[in-house]
């Protein structure tokens, strides 16, 4: 689990100084994958808990199996890529502001090169 106690990272959260001001850590990954059927609907998988990927789409379902595919960086690898589109990642968190409160922000790393760190500007996630 990712939070700002225990501050463990996965492979598909970005490193930064965020992780002192935020909480509630998510990295979701959204798509639009095919059915049998040949239709597209509506995907996603939470990715924040992964340390490596395998992603499989089951009838328009993303599942993460065991074993680990190549990840092309923040977009897990597996099988799904035939039969997936439109794939989107979206890391969020809620970041603390300078005033003490907090609020909720989200940011598309889908491109972000892992080698980029993650700042809370004022409560935004911010690539440095």
Same mark, same amino acid.
Request: one cysteine or more; glycine letters at 8%.
């Given at each position: 689990?990712?939070?700002?106690?225990?501050?463990?990272?996965?492979? #598909?959260? $970005?490193?930064?100084? @965020?992780? *002192?001001?935020?909480?509630?850590?998510?990295?979701?990954? @959204? *798509?639009?994958?095919?059915?049998? =059927?040949?239709?597209? !609907?509506?995907?996603?998988?939470?990715?924040? =808990?992964?340390?490596?990927?395998?992603?499989?789409?089951?009838?328009? !379902?993303?599942?993460? =199996?065991?074993? %680990?595919? $190549?990840?092309?960086?923040? !977009? $897990?690898?597996?099988? @799904?890529?035939?039969?997936?589109?439109?794939?989107?990642?979206? #890391? %969020?968190?809620?970041?603390?502001?300078?005033?003490?409160?907090?609020?909720?922000? %989200?940011?598309? !790393?889908?491109?972000? *090169?892992?080698?980029?760190?993650? %700042?809370?500007? =004022?409560?935004?996630?911010?690539?440095?």
């Amino acid at each position: 689990m990712i939070n700002s106690q225990t501050m463990v990272l996965t492979h #598909f959260v $970005p490193t930064g100084s @965020y992780v *002192a001001t935020s909480k509630k850590i998510r990295v979701n990954m @959204y *798509a639009h994958s095919q059915k049998r =059927d040949q239709n597209w !609907i509506a995907s996603g998988l939470n990715l924040t =808990d992964l340390s490596e990927s395998n992603v499989t789409n089951y009838d328009g !379902i993303l599942v993460n =199996d065991s074993g %680990s595919a $190549p990840q092309n960086g923040y !977009i $897990p690898g597996g099988s @799904y890529a035939k039969t997936t589109k439109d794939v989107s990642i979206v #890391f %969020s968190a809620y970041c603390q502001k300078r005033d003490g409160s907090w609020q909720y922000s %989200s940011l598309v !790393i889908t491109n972000l *090169a892992l080698t980029k760190t993650i %700042s809370n500007i =004022d409560g935004v996630l911010t690539v440095d």
